[in-house]
């Protein structure tokens, strides 16, 4: 008779075992899709960070900073102006200079410390701005679509259904960037994870306070008994509301991400107006100051001398001023529209990245 007696028992722990079994291989399974991601955001952050730094050290490399081997045995015996005036250069002889003549931007295209100083921003925090900012894309879109899942998963539980059976259910239905992360759901409930296991995991994925809290909110209605339908609906109306808030800060703060847009436009344009037309006259009246006829630094009306002038430095003051313009207004406009620095320096990417093309190719 004992051995009857315990074959129940050994059943059940069999049973058991299984369960833990299949619920153990959900969890490995999960923590090795994280584990990827994880991974994926290192490869990223460490391409762009040895990228920025490349350029950086370039930028510190080709900066002038010593005297050109031509210029060495007279440099002492200069005056400010004609030490000033192109007789230093870098560490690095890696300035680059392009033919252009045939094309349609300025004749001679030249790649200096300017230019790799721009470079170390945009390589540096562009890729991991851009990356992040599409990450944080594709879970707004998840949570646009949560209030959704909630609403139907209150509903079939209405309709005699018990949570695990409604996720199971949700998992045919459509509901954009969220469908994936249902199914995955779905799938962890139907390897034996418990019903609260699978939708921390779920949080843990997704990693907002949104849907952390969406969670909590269910897993204790779940342990604590009772209607926990009416809990999920009420959480998918939160849900519901909080998008709703979203989606009006994003619509009127637009409009000021578009105003500050078009002013650093119109800035680059003023300055683009100057290098074409104010710039030349003043390089002009240099020149004939310079060329008079007694040889002398002859002053122009007013005590102004435009022979001591290095238009050079002037023009990459120019570059500095629209380069934190664009930075700055870059992360302005960001933080106006979204609130995240992430989507700030995503903008602030592009602006320098078209600065640095506008003044390389146009007007440098």
Do not use: C
Request: proline letters at 2%.
């Amino acid at each position: 008779m004992r051995p009857d007696d315990d074959s129940p028992k050994r059943g059940r722990k069999q049973l058991v075992s299984r369960k833990d079994q299949e619920e153990g291989a959900g969890t490995i399974k999960l923590k090795a899709a994280s584990t990827t991601q994880r991974r994926k955001d290192r490869i990223v952050w460490g391409i762009s960070v040895a990228v920025g730094l490349m350029f950086l050290f370039l930028t510190i490399g080709t900066f002038p900073t010593q005297t050109k081997d031509e210029y060495k045995d007279t440099y002492d015996t200069m005056d400010e102006t004609q030490q000033r005036l192109s007789m230093r250069e870098g560490f690095l002889d890696i300035n680059t200079t392009f033919n252009t003549t045939d094309y349609w931007v300025k004749d001679e295209v030249v790649i200096g410390w300017h230019s790799f100083l721009m470079l170390t921003f945009l390589g540096g925090v562009g890729p991991i701005a851009i990356y992040e900012s599409r990450k944080r894309k594709r879970i707004d879109r998840i949570e646009e679509r949560l209030s959704d899942f909630l609403r139907d998963l209150s509903e079939s539980m209405r309709a005699g259904q018990t949570l695990h059976e409604a996720i199971k259910t949700s998992a045919g239905g459509e509901y954009g960037a969220l469908t994936p992360e249902i199914k995955k759901m779905a799938l962890q409930v139907s390897w034996g994870v418990s019903v609260t296991k699978t939708l921390d995991m779920f949080a843990e994925r997704v990693n907002t306070n949104l849907v952390k809290r969406s969670v909590t909110l269910i897993n204790e209605a779940s342990s604590a008994g009772g209607n926990v339908s009416n809990v999920i609906d009420a959480a998918a109306k939160d849900t519901r509301e909080i998008q709703i808030m979203k989606m009006k800060r994003a619509t009127e703060m637009g409009i000021y991400k578009l105003v500050i847009g078009v002013s650093f436009l119109v800035f680059l344009v003023v300055v683009a107006v100057m290098f074409f037309s104010f710039m030349p006259e003043m390089e002009n009246l240099s020149d004939s100051y310079s060329s008079s006829s007694d040889g002398s630094s002859a002053q122009s009306p007013g005590g102004f001398d435009p022979t001591g002038v290095d238009f050079q430095e002037v023009k990459l003051l120019f570059f500095a001023a629209v380069a934190v313009q664009a930075v700055g207004d870059g992360i302005v406009a960001g933080i106006m529209a979204t609130g995240r620095v992430k989507d700030g320096l995503v903008l602030a990417t592009y602006f320098g990245a078209f600065t640095l093309v506008a003044f390389d190719l146009f007007l440098l």
